[in-house]
C-alpha cells in the first residue's frame, strides 16, 4: 500500500499545480486582451509619425543635425526590453539570442530578466528601468534623453532597440532596429506628397526627431507587453494540459497498482483457504 500512498500524494500535487497553471492562465489572459488591444492601437499613430517625419527631412540640411549623422564612436547603445517575470516560455531566450556576438556595447534595459544577463555577462549597463504592469510615455521620454544624451555626447556612436514584437497569441519574434543614427534611406522611401509645416521646417525638427525615437521605444514598450502576456498565457495552458495528461497516467497507473493488490490479495485468501480444506 505504500506504492498507491505515494501515487495518490502525487496525484494530489499535480491536481494542485494544475489548479495554480491554471487560474495563472486566466490572469494572463486577462492582462493579454488589454496589452494587445494598447499594441495594435498604437501602430497607425507611429506609422502616421513616421510618414511626416518622411516629408520633412527632404527639406532640411540633412548633415545639420546630431541625430542624423554619425559622431565616429565606435562604442554601439543597446536598448534591451524584456520582462520582470519568468513564466513565458521562450521570449526571453530569443531576445538574448540576438545580442549574440554583441561586443563593445552599453546596455540599456528594461525588466529583470535583461538586467540579470547583462551583469551575468559582465556588460556595461548604463540605465536601469522596471517593467511596469502599466505602461507609460513618460519612460519612453526618459529612455530617449539618456540615449540621446550619450549620443551627442560622443560616448555611443549607435543605438540599437531590441524588443520582442507582437504578431500573434501564438508568436512573437525578437526584434532589432536602429534608432540613431537615424536611418535617412528608410525614410526617404515613404515620401510621396507636399506638406506645408508651421510656424517653419527648423522649428519643427528637433522635436519631431526627438518625438519620433519616443514614440519607437513606447510603442516597443507595448509590444513587449503584450508579447508578455500571450507568451505567459500560451505557456500556462501548455501547462495545464500537461498536467491533466499527468494527472491522467498517474491514476491509471494507481488503478493498475491497486487492482493488483486486491488480486494478490484474494489469491492469497484462496490459497489459504484451499490449505485449511
Given amino acids: 500500500m505504500a506504492n498507491t500512498r505515494e501515487l495518490r500524494r502525487r496525484i494530489k500535487s499535480v491536481k494542485n499545480t494544475s489548479q495554480i497553471t491554471r487560474a495563472m ?7 493579454m486582451k488589454r496589452a494587445q488591444n494598447q499594441a495594435i492601437s498604437g ?39 524584456s520582462t520582470d517575470k519568468g513564466l513565458v516560455g521562450a521570449l526571453n531566450t530569443n531576445l538574448i539570442r540576438t545580442l549574440v556576438g554583441s561586443t563593445n556595447a552599453i546596455y540599456y534595459t528594461v525588466g529583470k530578466k535583461g538586467r540579470s544577463f547583462v551583469v551575468k555577462t559582465g ?14 510615455f513618460r519612460q519612453a521620454v526618459q529612455l530617449t534623453k539618456m540615449i540621446t544624451d550619450a549620443f551627442n555626447a560622443g560616448e555611443i556612436g549607435e543605438v540599437y ?10 508568436k ?9 543614427p537615424i536611418s535617412l ?7 510621396t506628397k507636399e506638406f506645408l509645416f508651421e510656424p517653419n521646417v527648423d522649428a519643427l525638427l528637433d522635436f519631431i526627431l526627438m518625438h519620433h525615437i519616443e514614440t519607437q521605444i513606447y510603442q516597443a514598450l507595448l509590444e513587449t507587453k503584450a508579447s508578455e502576456h500571450s507568451s505567459r498565457m500560451v505557456a500556462m495552458k501548455n501547462a495545464t494540459d500537461n498536467a491533466k495528461e499527468l494527472v491522467e497516467d498517474l491514476t491509471l497507473t494507481y488503478n493498475q497498482t491497486r487492482q493488483d493488490a486486491i488480486t494478490k490479495e484474494i489469491l492469497e485468501i484462496s490459497s489459504a483457504s484451499v490449505a485449511i480444506e
Fill in 185 to 191: 534611406e528608410s525614410i526617404e522611401t515613404v515620401y
Fill in 172 to 180: 512573437q519574434e525578437a526584434k532589432k532596429v536602429k534608432l540613431l
Fill in 123 to 136: 556588460k556595461e549597463l548604463a540605465g536601469d528601468f522596471e517593467n511596469r504592469d502599466s505602461v507609460t
Fill in 43 to 81: 501602430r497607425p499613430y507611429k506609422e502616421n509619425l513616421y510618414s511626416s517625419l518622411a516629408r520633412l527631412l527632404p527639406k532640411i540640411d540633412q548633415e545639420s543635425h546630431p541625430l542624423l549623422v554619425g559622431n565616429g564612436s565606435k562604442t554601439a547603445g543597446v536598448v534591451l526590453l
Fill in 161 to 170: 532597440l531590441v524588443y520582442p514584437q507582437f504578431i500573434s497569441t501564438l
Fill in 25 to 31: 492562465e486566466m490572469v494572463a489572459a486577462t492582462k
